[in-house]
């Protein structure tokens, strides 16, 4: 595998992801139940998108001295886009957690746990993802086609049924556990697992909690099925996709708390990630015929993202004034 990462550029990266996953458990919120507001998660959301341009810019610096302007500006346009995708595809993890948390009824105040076990699964599963990705294509270059076709046809889909929403009432992975475990019918606090007596037996339940991280679980596993394949079309580097995704991915929590209340000012924002997927999928197909720029690619993804929030904000306030226009002439 060819790499820019050094043996201490890689300790380092994974020195930096310890404090901050370090900061996130046990200085955001504490370690007790805590309920983020508004200022809280835009504030620490700033922060890691800011630590993570910091790392852009401290990588910038040493390509620049040790291999060059060329290697230094061509490699982090590589892991600024690689983490503009990620970050953009994320947005669409954390719509499907509210979806999750809304349907098991769970508080914002015992959220916090089950969101910091996912992102470290998340980081977990991405690393081996990863890892394992690049050999396969260092391997068999022509998987790269294969993962375009993926991510062309994952756009396609996504577009189709952006509007719709998962049914959870007859989620296969909710009727296995429920079938095969005991499962309390109420929370129990911040337990996943709790102990009752019965008939002079103690017996292990499962809560509604536990089943939420599962689905967590599975969803960051089906996504990073989605966003990995995606930074391939931009850059095989390993310490570069792997970086930019793990810096994507150490925010979510906060995004998370940030996005919780605006979920529905956001609803173009489907079509635009459909469209990303979509030109990256056609971008690795087209891979060996047309070389299109990383800082093109920069350009469009970001470009993509910015017109669908920025419709979906128009949308949404031309909706709130029609609302008000109603209820005024109602009265």
């Not at 919120?29 to 998660?41: N, P």
């Not at 850059?235 to 150490?250: K, M, Y």
Request: charged share 15%.
């Amino acid at each position: 595998m060819e790499t820019i990462g050094t043996w201490w550029m890689w300790s380092g990266f994974f020195a930096i992801v310890l404090v901050m996953l370090a900061i996130d458990l046990f200085v955001v919120g504490g370690g007790k139940k805590h309920r983020a507001s508004f200022k809280e998660a835009a504030t620490w959301s700033c922060i890691w998108v800011g630590v993570s341009m910091l790392f852009a810019g401290a990588l910038w610096w040493y390509l620049d001295g040790a291999m060059g302007r060329d290697i230094a500006n061509e490699k982090t346009l590589e892991y600024i886009t690689g983490y503009l995708i990620e970050k953009s595809l994320a947005v669409d993890n954390v719509f499907v957690w509210l979806i999750l948390f809304s349907f098991f009824a769970i508080p914002l105040e015992l959220q916090k746990r089950v969101l910091i076990l996912g992102v470290l699964g998340a980081i977990v599963m991405r690393t081996l993802m990863i890892l394992a990705g690049v050999w396969l294509i260092t391997q068999f270059h022509w998987l790269l086609y294969v993962f375009g076709v993926f991510l062309l046809i994952t756009g396609i889909k996504m577009w189709w049924f952006a509007d719709e929403k998962p049914d959870l009432n007859n989620n296969p992975v909710i009727n296995w556990i429920r079938r095969h475990m005991n499962v309390t019918s109420e929370l129990q606090g911040e337990h996943f697992f709790v102990i009752k007596e019965e008939a002079g037996k103690l017996v292990r339940y499962a809560t509604p909690l536990f089943l939420v991280l599962i689905l967590v679980e599975l969803t960051d596993l089906i996504f990073a099925v989605d966003s990995i394949p995606a930074i391939f079309a931009i850059t095989t580097d390993p310490f570069i996709v792997l970086t930019s995704n793990v810096f994507a991915i150490l925010g979510l929590r906060a995004m998370y708390f940030l996005l919780a209340d605006m979920a529905d000012r956001f609803s173009l924002l489907k079509y635009g990630l459909a469209i990303v997927l979509t030109f990256i999928g056609v971008k690795m197909i087209l891979i060996d015929l047309i070389k299109i720029p990383v800082l093109a690619s920069l350009g469009v993804v970001a470009a993509i993202i910015a017109t669908s929030i920025v419709l979906s904000l128009r949308k949404d306030r031309r909706l709130r004034e029609t609302d008000a226009l109603h209820g005024k002439t109602k009265l």
